[in-house]
């Protein structure tokens, strides 16, 4: 995965981490929160969210479009804030999902596209419209995904 990818800022907690995609429409603030869901058999299930970031009212905007010309840069720097989230919680289980079903279908081709490099770190699941957890094949649409540390 040698990818061009953006340089982040983590939060103190490192639930959140802040970078700047830049191109055509200028510098806009991206972020990236790992929300705490809830536990269950053992297992911390955490949200990933993304989106523009708000400087004045310090919020998330998960429905901005940029289109800054950047998007296989930003997922890139996305993935890699999630190394950098299990690296400090192992035992997490990420769930992502696209704040609308475009967004989710843009998830789901950057994981097949780079499956075989995310798969030698991570245990990805796709999770079908009747809610059940699968592995994650190429080809197949699911409503989220299911990202846990190898």
Do not use: H
Request: charged share 25%; glycine share 10%; proline share 2%.
């Amino acid at each position: 995965m040698l990818l061009e990818r953006y340089t982040y800022k983590i939060g103190a907690n490192y639930l959140q981490y802040r970078f700047d995609s830049e191109g055509p429409r200028g510098k806009i603030g991206k972020m990236v929160l790992y929300t705490y869901l809830t536990t269950w058999d053992g297992i911390s299930y955490y949200n990933l969210g993304f989106g523009d970031y708000d400087d004045v009212t310090g919020r998330l905007n998960d429905l901005a479009v940029s289109d800054n010309g950047d998007r296989d840069k930003i997922l890139m720097t996305v993935a890699l804030t999630a190394l950098e989230f299990t690296s400090q919680f192992p035992d997490a289980m990420i769930v992502i999902r696209g704040s609308t079903s475009s967004r989710t279908r843009l998830y789901q081709m950057g994981i097949a596209r780079n499956y075989r490099e995310i798969a030698q770190i991570f245990d990805i699941q796709g999770v079908t419209m009747e809610g059940e957890s699968v592995p994650f094949r190429k080809g197949e649409n699911y409503r989220s995904f299911l990202a846990s540390r190898k």
